[in-house]
Nanobody
Framework: EVQLVESGGGLVQPGGSLTLSCKAS????????MSWVRQAPGKGIEWVSD????????NYLDSVKGRFTISRDNAKNTLYLQMNNLKPEDTAVYYC????????????????WGQGTQVTVSS
């Protein structure tokens, strides 16, 4: 079965950094595009970033450009999100998600996601 397990969240002050990891299993990781999405308290799901299967095509939500970096290590079946200069509005549960294609065709059309990891940015 497809499994996506996020880790690395926590409490951080504004301006701080965190690195999230997503360990994938149950499918050939290198064959699929992946993304990070998030859900802020009381809000809906928001797409944050995606990456194609080879890591050669990347997209970001405008509000995180220049601050977040998505990457993947196919040998380790792991997706990463490096988050720098965190802001209170970044507070959310962050999920990694799998697309059913090698490339992202529609950013919201992922077919699996994990249990999430909480990121809280607060003074």
């Amino acid at each position: 079965e497809v499994q996506l397990v996020e880790s690395g969240g926590g409490l951080v002050q504004p301006g701080g950094s965190l690195t999230l990891s997503c360990k994938a299993s149950g499918f050939t990781f290198s064959n699929y595009a992946m993304s990070w999405v998030r859900q802020a308290p009381g809000k809906g799901i928001e797409w944050v970033s995606d990456i194609n299967n080879y890591g050669t095509s990347i997209n970001y939500l405008d509000s995180v450009k220049g601050r977040f970096t998505i990457s993947r290590d196919n040998a380790k079946n792991t997706l990463y999100l490096q988050m720098n200069n965190l802001k209170p509005e970044d507070t959310a549960v962050y999920y990694c998600a799998k697309y059913p294609w090698e490339y992202v065709k529609y950013k919201n059309d992922y077919d699996y996601w994990g249990q999430g990891t909480q990121v809280t940015v607060s003074s």
